[in-house]
């Protein structure tokens, strides 16, 4: 983690999709919410190749991103050394990206974006027929140069501003369990060395929307570490607690996104607390919990509706003043 993180405390942001299916209102809409730490919108409900994995596959020689999003791959074609026909985020599955970064033109706070890893790129690669070894290292690749592409789009659009770029990889999940197709030690690997090449010029999360081996996952390197809150952190307080000290930050999943959310913040905060209580006692130190700390909701936005969407994030950012609120009370500097 060589780049320090200075982002404010109490910050809220989101996780990727939004179901709108017009990009201009999206954007308008992560802006209006979000206004600190705005989360460029992918919108798969505007079109399927605007998901995440039709996203990261986009332009790889050998495979045909299908207009439902679904892939088919000639193996024959695939060249990891040369993995794009065309880079760039020009294509049809960046809208919400390109219509985000032209609204933030000019910004000098920072925003965040959100780009598939390599570890859940592979895992797709390998689903529809390519052999691990080539299908791991053609993501490992492909993602690597997708993010310099976005990073360098996003300096031409705010050149003034520190992107937070985030690492999307619920592949992690399985990545430790019996049968899955490469070695733990590469597959952190992976990621390792894609949050490297994003920490040359932002800073450099690392998302997982379940449960996953954290003290594991925490070996790649992420300066933000994005979980949901439940989702077996107290399972690894002593890595957590290195992590922490080390200057590491912890997006904070808060909201649940797969069930209804009734009228109330209270109960969400007390949950995020259970949590801290937990890991308070098993070493973390309780300040730095409180301003190394981001609120999100678990998980992306693109199954509900707009007004539910609405909702999870206005819950979000009344859990985000209530750390800063916390943190003022601690005696901290909350930052601008």
């Excluded at 986009?58 to 794009?84: H, M, T």
């Excluded at 399985?174 to 490297?196: I, R």
Aim: aromatic share 4%.
């Amino acid at each position: 983690m060589s780049r320090e993180i200075l982002l404010p405390i109490g910050m809220a942001t989101g996780i990727g999709s939004l179901p709108h299916d017009d990009a201009g209102t999206a954007v308008e809409f992560a802006l209006d919410r979000q206004p600190r730490l705005p989360a460029a919108p992918s919108l798969p409900r505007r079109s399927p190749v605007e998901g995440m994995i039709p996203q990261a596959a986009w332009g790889i020689a050998g495979v045909v991103v299908l207009q439902d999003g679904s892939l088919l791959v000639d193996e024959a074609a695939i060249d990891p050394d040369l993995p794009f026909t065309a880079s760039g985020i020009d294509g049809e599955p960046f809208v919400g990206l390109r219509t985000f970064l032209d609204a933030v033109a000019g910004r000098v706070a920072p925003f965040k974006i959100q780009v598939t890893g390599p570890v859940t790129l592979g895992l797709a690669l390998h689903a529809v027929g390519v052999r691990p070894d080539r299908a791991f290292s053609l993501a490992s690749r492909a993602v690597e140069a997708r993010v310099g592409d976005v990073l360098a789009a996003a300096r031409r659009a705010a050149p003034g501003a520190t992107p937070v770029v985030f690492l999307d990889e619920p592949g992690l999940t399985a990545a430790l369990e019996p049968g899955f197709p490469w070695p733990v030690d590469d597959t952190l690997d992976l990621v390792s060395s894609a949050l490297a090449a994003v920490e040359d010029h932002a800073i450099a999360g690392l998302h997982c929307c379940g449960r996953a081996d954290w003290q594991a996952v925490l070996q790649a390197g992420p300066q933000i570490l994005s979980l949901p809150v439940g989702a077996g952190a107290a399972d690894h307080m002593g890595a957590l607690a290195g992590y922490l000290e080390r200057g590491g930050w912890i997006a904070w999943g808060v909201v649940p996104t797969d069930r209804p959310l009734g009228d109330s913040v209270d109960m969400l905060w007390r949950r995020l607390m259970a949590e801290w209580d937990v890991l308070v006692d098993g070493g973390c130190d309780p300040l730095r919990l409180l301003e190394q700390a981001i609120v999100t909701p678990a998980c992306g936005l693109a199954g509900l509706d707009p007004v539910q969407a609405d909702r999870v994030l206005e819950l979000t950012d009344h859990l985000a003043q209530r750390i800063e609120s916390k943190a003022i009370d601690a005696g901290l500097n909350v930052g601008a």
